[in-house]
């Protein structure tokens, strides 16, 4: 923890910044954008390893990682007027900075404490019941030996309790709301058009109200990550593509619904459908509200288009893994 304002040597250390909902969504990813690229620049800090920014429908959230946290990135943030909540993470708690604006001292006292969620009993039994959930409560009695064999990305386990591979989390212990301990294997249908001069993303509106993401869902037991792609994809827009898939890499996402003892991998397959003269008709069903194409030049585009037809934001687990397909993807077209 920091003793005084001249910053404090902590490795995984995080900062969070949630902009206030005054601003519109362009305007806090803009503040969010312009932020992180202050703290880059600092001379406080030194070679970032991990950065972020996530965009939801009532907040921005920026993450940065590195070997250093100096006083001067706090002062930077926190007197920015429009932040609502600001947080420092260090390895085993959340510490709050409050108060703190550019000169002032900055107050470390107050300590959060280990912050443990798992499913309720009622949702548990239900998410048991329709098989996506496991029933132990106990992760320590789980064989996972056999998991990490199995695993699409490797994780350790410590003192008979999984950890996660990703950024830590703000939920310590627990499975949060995600039905397996440790990983949560997923696959993802990436589907792409080119139509009226520019490329299309189908995507889904997700029916827990978290944003728009690509169709995708668990890996079922005994299932190919593609096959789980192609059936997803069927389930949630009603669009049926067998054969053609492009298979890719597992990747991890940050999952809100996760903890630091439950995260989910997923493996984002793509399919091309090419040139199209009408974009394929598509339905939401299943856990979907609805389903449509996306104009997705780049992921900016489909930000925007998100915005301007829907109102709406991309699910903030697959903010990353988007921009790094979109981009690729335009590069290949370029």
Known sequence: MCENTNGCQAKNRYLQVSYGTTQSMVERVAAAQAAMG??????????????????????????????????????????????ADRYVRGDKQWTRWSGVHAGQALDV???????????????????????????????????????????????????????????????????????????????????TAEHAGGRWLLMIERGDGQGWAVPGGAIEDGEQPIAASARELQEETGLDLPFGWRAALPVYVPDPRGSDEAWAITVPNSYELGQVEKLPTVTGADDARRAAWIRADSYQALADDLVGRFQGHVFPAHVQMLQGVLAGEEATRG
């Open 109 to 191: 006292s107050t300590s959060w404490p280990l912050v443990e969620r798992d499913l309720d009993p009622e949702t548990l039994a239900r998410g048991v019941a329709e098989g996506w959930a496991e029933a132990e409560t106990d992760p320590t009695q789980i064989d996972w030996p056999a998991r990490q064999a199995d695993a699409l990305i490797d994780f350790q386990v410590v003192d008979g309790r999984p950890v996660c591979p990703g950024p830590r989390t703000p939920v310590q212990r627990g499975r949060n709301q995600l039905g397996r301990w440790g990983e949560n294997p997923m696959a993802d249908a990436v589907v």
């Open 38 to 83: 202050q703290v880059l620049a600092l001379p406080e800090w030194s070679e970032p390893d991990f950065v972020s920014i996530q965009c939801t429908k009532y907040e921005v959230l920026l993450q940065v990682r590195g070997e250093k946290f100096g006083a001067a990135i706090a002062a930077l943030l926190f007197d920015e007027p429009a932040c």
